[in-house]
């Protein structure tokens, strides 16, 4: 394994390596153990001793107080064995004297806040740990359908739109934001509604908001216009309902077999326009509620309000269409 990114090593530098940039001190690890064996491409997360050695000595150097940011590419498992248990307890070890810590990582193609606690995890410390997993800038692998401009809009398997984050940091305090690519700062959710529904239905009209960077400590409400009062919505763990339409669709593009005569068409000089989406994932930051049944004939703007775990007030609109009975 120590040998396996010396290409990398000799062009660009160490794999693993710290900084200060500000006040705050990065600790960049390369956690991706290649399993030794002749051949194979196998890997888990986890970090050799020499790495631990490096996290070790130089946070003896390091203020108790300061801010400490690791980042890696596989994800700090909160369950599981995609990163080795025992190399996680040994990092948190050596973190467990620093009341101010993060650590970033990428590698699933989904966004997700995990906070790991002394209750259930090898994290020593009252306060949680906080771990971000990064939304990518290629979504799902760029790819889905391609727009006018001839980007797929790769939408990653949890909902999420392709973009980047950024972080501020101020002292020990940090601020984590998410840009969506081709999209205004203000894009920081997705409103599922029914396209329109009939008056009196006995079908649920649900209410799906996709907070793209929700934790658990986010707190969602939603009203319809004119009224005064917000209700309170519930979060929920389950696949984002826009991604299954979008999966959906590929599904009948492959039932109908018609990428297949897309390319056997001699007349069609380009390739079809678009990959197949990957699997859905479960949703770690959405938020659910049930409209009910007896809303008026209409069309109706709906009003959606974010309280971000820093308490940020984020609000957007959608417009719902109720349509009267056909009986």
């Known amino acids: 394994d120590a040998l396996s990114d010396e290409t990398y090593e000799r062009v660009y530098g160490p794999a693993t390596y710290a ?33 631990l050695a490096f996290v070790r000595n ?49 590698h699933t193609h989904v966004q997700e806040h995990k906070f790991f ?53 101020k002292g020990t305090e940090y601020l984590i934001d998410w840009k969506v690519a081709g999209s205004p700062e203000s894009h920081r959710m997705n409103i599922h509604l029914p396209r329109g529904v009939d008056a009196n239905s006995e079908e649920e009209v649900l209410l799906t908001v996709n907070y793209f960077n929700g934790t658990e400590k986010t707190k969602i409400y939603y009203r319809m216009a004119g009224e005064d009062d917000w209700q309170q919505m519930e979060k929920v763990m389950q696949p984002d309902p826009y991604y299954m339409k979008l999966k959906a669709k590929w599904d009948a593009i492959k039932k109908l077999e018609l990428e297949k005569r897309w390319q056997a068409d001699s007349s069609l000089q380009v390739k079809f326009p678009g990959r197949k989406l990957p699997t859905p994932q479960i949703c770690t930051h959405l938020w ?37 009975s056909t009986e």
Request: net charge negative; glycine share 8%; hydrophobic share 35%.
């Open 19 to 51: 900084f200060v940039y500000g006040d705050v001190h990065f600790i960049v690890l390369d956690d991706v153990i290649h399993k030794n064996e002749s051949g194979k491409r196998s890997y888990v997360g986890g970090l050799r001793p020499d790495q």
């Open 117 to 169: 606690g002394a209750d259930s995890t090898d994290w020593s410390q009252p306060q949680p740990h906080h771990h971000f997993n990064v939304g990518t800038t290629s979504g799902s692998w760029w790819q889905g359908m391609r727009n006018e401009l001839d980007v797929p809009h790769t939408m990653m398997r949890d909902g999420t739109p392709n973009g980047y984050s950024i972080i501020e940091f």
């Open 288 to 324: 659910q509620s049930n409209l009910g049944n007896d809303l008026p004939v209409g069309r109706h703007l709906i009003e959606v309000r974010v309280i971000d775990r820093r308490g940020r007030i984020f609000t957007d609109w959608h417009t719902m269409r109720v349509k009267a």
């Open 58 to 106: 130089y946070l003896s150097t390091v203020p108790k107080e300061d801010l400490i940011v690791l980042t890696m590419h596989i994800p700090l498992a909160m369950h599981g064995e995609t990163f080795r248990k025992s190399d996680q307890k040994a990092l948190f070890d050596l973190l467990k004297a620093f009341p101010h810590t993060l650590s970033i990582s990428a």
